[in-house]
């Protein structure tokens, strides 16, 4: 804390106009060492004494909440980090398990119809397709999709259903996910877990936020700042490295973790969902009150679907993937998502709605044309998991989570040891009040 010098204390000599003020400042290898500093002395005569008492009482304030919501969400955000780490890069893990589905064709080897495909799919018994991914690799496999459990892969040229691998990493991904977002429970119990979780991520972001302010130091100079932003190697015990690493991490994962942990919250509450679409100057999607199609009315001239995935992969000349749901009995149209990136990046991902009948385009939505608050709900999804920004995206995103599982170790470890040094100064203190009780006793 700032004070003015007795005007018995002499000037330094080296500072004209100056006055020498002693400031206490945390030191990595003396905690409490006394540093130097020369002020103006017109700057601390202005400075009024009780202001200084506010701002001190203001930081304690913020660092007994940072430190108590440290202590009560410490392990729940140290699960959620780490497991944040273990999927990032989860795509690139599950195409090269997919490698077997894949097949070179000879020259000349004609690709089934989508139709053909279809038909191929639906021979498995109990499994009916109702989603289908065509990817442009002449040598990636066909997907059916039933529902979201069910997925086959498919020889796009003889329409063999491959033999599903060990899916050990698919397996192992999912349980890290649900670990992730409930804790790995099922049934009701997965809704009071996603509470927990999203408590907890509320708890992360006034942690990151408090933290931004705790950071900055009470005095700003080259020796207080370079300890917080880079590794100290005077830190040589320790409580000094703990010290140092919160510090540092902190500061180079702050960005990256201000659009991390506030895009989880979308996941978890409804509000945060409606405030997406507030900020972006639009309001959420209502439901559709339409009546479903009538199958009475199925179109009996339709075109296949074949001239339909032809009309729809027209639009872009470097798509990878196209993905469409089969359309309800009596539909008119089918709407098709051309996604010319990696599957995580929303602004290559654009919709073509096609007539059934006619086989013409109704509609071309490109991503840049979709209503604000759909773009930004969209951003949110994939920036959380660092996708949206690609493979330099993701890799920011699991450093991030790395440093925010060191975060949470070194602040709990920090923790622990101010509750110990306290526990200490306790027992001394009722052992010295003991003591001549004890000596007047005899």
């Not at 059916?144 to 491959?162: C, D, F, K, V, W």
């Not at 290559?348 to 086989?359: L, P, W």
Request: glycine share 6%; proline share 7%.
């Amino acid at each position: 804390m700032w004070r003015k010098p007795p005007e018995s204390e002499p000037r330094n000599k080296g500072c004209a106009g100056f006055s020498k003020t002693q400031v206490r400042l945390p030191n990595l290898r003396f905690p409490l060492r006394v540093i130097i500093v020369c002020v103006p002395r017109t700057i601390i005569q202005h400075i009024p004494a009780h202001s200084i008492c506010e701002r001190g009482m203001f930081r304690r304030v913020f660092f007994w909440l940072h430190l108590s919501a440290g202590v009560f969400a410490g392990l729940i955000i140290l699960m959620m980090s780490v497991t944040g780490v273990i999927m990032t890069y989860e795509r690139q893990l599950q195409s090269w398990e997919d490698a077997p589905y894949y097949y070179h064709p000879a020259p000349g080897e004609r690709r089934l119809t989508v139709d053909e495909l279809i038909l191929a799919a639906n021979r498995t018994e109990g499994f009916k397709t109702d989603n289908l991914i065509l990817a442009s690799a002449e040598d990636a496999p066909f997907i059916a999709r039933m529902g979201r459990s069910r997925t086959q892969h498919l020889n796009p040229y003889t329409g063999e259903i491959y033999t599903p691998h060990s899916d050990s990493l698919s397996g192992f991904f999912a349980g890290v996910r649900t670990l992730h977002r409930w804790f790995m429970m099922t049934g009701e119990a997965r809704s009071t877990a996603r509470d927990i979780t999203g408590a907890a991520n509320l708890l992360f972001l006034f942690l990151l936020l408090s933290g931004i302010y705790l950071w900055l130091p009470k005095v700003f100079t080259w020796a207080t700042l370079k300890v917080r932003v880079w590794f100290n190697p005077l830190a040589n015990t320790s409580a000094a490295r703990d010290f140092n690493w919160h510090h540092v991490f902190a500061f180079w994962a702050a960005i990256p973790l201000i659009v991390i942990i506030p895009t989880a919250s979308v996941f978890n509450y409804g509000w945060a969902n409606t405030l997406v679409y507030t900020l972006a100057g639009d309001s959420p999607p209502k439901r559709s009150n339409s009546a479903p199609p009538d199958p009475e009315e199925e179109p009996r001239d339709a075109v296949s679907l074949d001239a339909l995935v032809s009309t729809a992969h027209s639009y872009s000349a470097s798509w990878n993937t196209l993905s469409f749901s089969l359309p309800a009995p009596g539909a008119q149209n089918m709407t098709f998502t051309l996604d010319e990136g990696n599957g995580g990046e929303p602004q290559k991902r654009h919709t073509v709605t096609v007539n059934r009948v006619s086989g013409a385009a109704v509609a071309f939505v490109p991503f840049t044309d979709q209503s604000p608050g759909v773009q930004a709900r969209r951003w949110v999804r994939f920036l959380h998991t660092g996708e949206a920004l690609g493979l330099a995206g993701q890799t920011l995103a699991g450093l991030a989570s790395a440093a925010a599982a060191l975060l949470v170790w070194t602040g709990l470890s920090l923790a622990l040891r101010r509750f110990l040094r306290w526990r200490v100064r306790t027992n001394n203190s009722v052992s010295e009040t003991a003591t001549p009780q004890s000596s007047s006793a005899d």
